[in-house]
């Protein structure tokens, strides 16, 4: 099975007079949709616009896994078990609530911010909170989130270039530049695809591109 969602398809929330512009892929707030509350241990795929000196002010989270990737600008990261940071485009943020954990997201850069925050369900809720951030990861490195039972890689295809997807129960592909095709699938920027029982798969790039692919239990 392979599903397709596209881009314009997502609901969009946010606080425009507050600079700040949301597209949501699956079920968030105050959107609701039945039929599209998670895929496996995907709760959420949110992209995030920030206008210079707009963010989320402090805000509790618990339960669940958090994954952050900077499309593009830098976004500033406090958090109530002290961490303060600053992401960057090809990093990594990798937030586990646990328990419970409050953090503070904001563009305080002079240049408008984009990112992609995937929230994913913990194999077992509680816990301590933790923080991790790679910077730069590589597309040999995929990162692990035991928690989940899922692993991220990160895919950066030049034109004609193809790579194969993970023979997993599930595999989440979410566009994040230029345009790949999957099978007979063309996916563009904010398309994603979900995938399930499928195995032998390629990425096959169209043009330079950029992809995140989730390798996720059944």
Do not use: K
Not at 128 to 133: A, I, K, Q, V
Not at 172 to 184: K, M, P, S
């Amino acid at each position: 099975m392979i599903s397709v969602r596209r881009s314009g398809d997502r609901f969009r929330g946010g606080d425009e007079a507050a600079g700040i512009e949301s597209r949501h892929s699956f079920s968030f707030g105050s959107f609701y949709d039945p039929d599209n509350l998670r895929f496996g241990p995907v709760l959420a795929c949110n992209e995030e616009r920030l206008a210079p000196g707009a963010g989320f002010d402090e805000h509790p989270h618990s339960h669940t896994e958090i994954v952050t990737w900077v499309v593009e600008g830098e976004l500033t990261h406090r958090d109530s078990t002290g961490h303060a940071t600053v992401v960057r485009a090809g990093d990594v943020q990798h937030l586990s609530a646990a328990g419970g954990v409050r953090h503070v997201e904001r563009n305080d850069g002079d240049t408008p911010l984009t990112f992609l925050q995937m929230w994913l369900a913990p194999l077992d809720p509680g816990g301590e909170p933790s923080y991790t951030t790679v910077p730069g990861i590589a597309d040999s490195t995929p990162y692990a989130l035991p928690e989940a039972g899922a692993m991220l890689h990160v895919r950066r295809l030049g034109t004609g270039e193809r790579t194969a997807l993970p023979d997993s129960p599930r595999v989440y592909v979410h566009v994040v530049a230029g345009n790949v095709r999957v099978r007979d699938e063309e996916l563009t920027p904010g398309d994603a695809a979900r995938i399930a029982g499928e195995e032998g798969l390629e990425l096959v790039a169209g043009g330079p591109a950029e992809a995140l692919v989730w390798e996720l239990p059944d």
